[in-house]
């Protein structure tokens, strides 16, 4: 029997966000996480340059290997082989090639809720069981050592996102060591996503390798590097798992598009720019917390890291995806509805999304202010 999973309902907004502004109207993108700005110069340059003289065949960069292998010495303090990493087109494909590579169909793997969209409906498609842990405000919507000790049986694998997506929330330092000594015990196999590495508010996030060495890590040049449609990432991979992996990424996916290797490459020495964007995302992170307070939305769980604001406006709706078109029609504002990331509790909830330019956060919350106050408030029951 085939898999049903849920549409990403992000999508559908971003949709009618792209009809409305082509019939004039004047619409914010905050609905999908990604950066407006488009990638550095140098790397857009080294494009333009290469498009002349490479064919542009099937090619696996070995500079790029290199470079990011480097990139975990300097910025973790963890040894990974360039033979270790492989490039795909982006995190989405990582994902299924590390769950694909790691389990069986049937197999159980543990992830937070909310969580990103596709970490539930990716393992739905290969026949995998999520067992999603109900993460709340208290815990900052993350997982716990405890929450994961106490999964009976033991799954077989979890997902890992820090900073995470709806909420930007970071695993503290002694809670991911902790995370990882459970799945040592329980022999939980770790995935970590860490494709919003380099966003961060709180300092340095380090790699899940430097507690989990036998970890398979997925990153992506889609949000640091502000490359999303070039579609290049990379999965790390422990030297046990390499063949099997390295066969799944040959037959499902081949090589990710020679242009974005050659770009992600010059992209990874564009700290200057990369870092300006992170100041630009720190900067409309103030602003929304204070937006949101404005507009009556108490719990959130401040970002520290991302760029998204999880917000709780249940005290307005019990259906996000038609609060997200709602609001989208009557303002011009694109949001993410919380169903996405949480099938349960999430029709409370909206993602608002702050990788646009700090102009364009303030005309939003201008917008969102007197729209908010004017929404009636649902009655609680007695
Ligand atoms: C947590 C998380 N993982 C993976 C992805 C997929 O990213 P990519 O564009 O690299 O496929 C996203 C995209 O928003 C994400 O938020």
């Not at 009618?16 to 700005?37: C, F, K, N, W």
């Amino acid at each position: 029997m085939t898999a049903t999973i849920d549409p990403f309902h992000a999508i559908a907004i971003g949709e009618l966000a792209y009809q409305l502004a082509s019939q004039g109207r004047s619409v914010i993108h905050m609905e999908y996480g990604q950066p407006s700005t488009g990638a550095p110069a140098a790397a857009i340059a080294i494009a333009h340059r290469v498009l002349d003289a490479d064919p542009m065949g099937y090619w696996e960069n070995p500079q790029l290997k290199a470079r990011i292998a480097r990139l975990y010495a300097e910025e973790h303090g963890v040894t990974v082989a360039p033979e270790q990493v492989i490039l795909t087109c982006g995190a989405s494909p990582a994902l299924v090639l590390a769950l694909s590579t790691l389990f069986a169909p049937g197999a159980r793997v543990a992830l937070a809720r909310p969580g990103y969209v596709a970490y539930r409906n990716t393992l739905k498609a290969l026949h995998m069981e999520p067992v999603e842990l109900d993460c709340g405000e208290a815990e900052r919507f993350q997982l716990t050592a405890a929450a994961l000790a106490a999964v009976e049986p033991a799954p077989d694998g979890v997902i890992i996102a820090s900073p995470a997506n709806p909420t930007g929330t970071v695993i503290e330092p002694e809670e991911l060591a902790r995370i990882a000594e459970v799945c040592a015990e329980r022999g939980i196999a770790i995935v970590s996503d860490e494709i919003y590495h380099g966003i961060s508010y709180v300092g340095p996030v380090r790699s899940t390798l430097a507690v989990a060495p036998q970890a398979l890590v997925i990153n992506s040049f889609s949000k640091y590097f502000s490359m999303a449609g070039w579609r290049l990432g990379w999965l790390v991979v422990p030297p046990h798992l390499l063949e099997p992996a390295r066969a799944r990424m040959g037959n499902l996916f081949l090589t990710p598009p020679s242009l974005a290797q050659h770009a992600g490459l010059a992209a990874m020495d564009c700290r200057d720019e990369l870092e300006g964007h992170v100041a630009t995302y720190a900067r409309n992170r103030d602003l929304m917390l204070e937006g949101v307070a404005r507009l009556g939305l108490s719990h959130i769980a401040p970002p520290d890291g991302a760029f998204y604001i999880y917000a709780d406006v249940g005290h307005l709706t019990q259906d996000s995806l038609g609060f997200c078109r709602r609001m989208l029609e009557e303002t011009g504002v694109a949001t993410a509805p919380g169903i996405d990331f949480d099938p349960l509790g999430g029709n409370r909830f909206v993602r608002f999304s702050f990788a646009v330019s700090t102009a364009l956060v303030e005309e939003a919350l201008a917008r969102l202010e007197p729209w908010f106050a004017a929404q009636p408030r649902l009655v609680e029951p007695a």
